[in-house]
């Protein structure tokens, strides 16, 4: 089966996916750069997490 689309419309439809394949392009590089700030994020929260707990043993032996 054949349909006549006028050119007008082709052109809508090409522009219409540029700015699909655009918007997906922007979503993926916006999601990469939140999964290395969660990375960063847990690895913050590691390090602060021994760095209290190296402080707390601290402080107990100067007690002792």
Do not use: R, W
Request: glycine share 2%.
């Amino acid at each position: 089966h054949y349909v006549d689309v006028p050119e007008e419309k082709v052109d809508i439809v090409e522009q219409l996916f540029g700015k699909v394949e655009s918007l997906e392009e922007k979503l993926n590089v916006e999601m990469q750069t939140n999964i290395e700030a969660l990375k960063e994020m847990k690895n913050f929260k590691k390090e602060k997490s021994l760095l209290l707990e190296f402080t707390n043993m601290k402080i107990f032996f100067l007690m002792l």
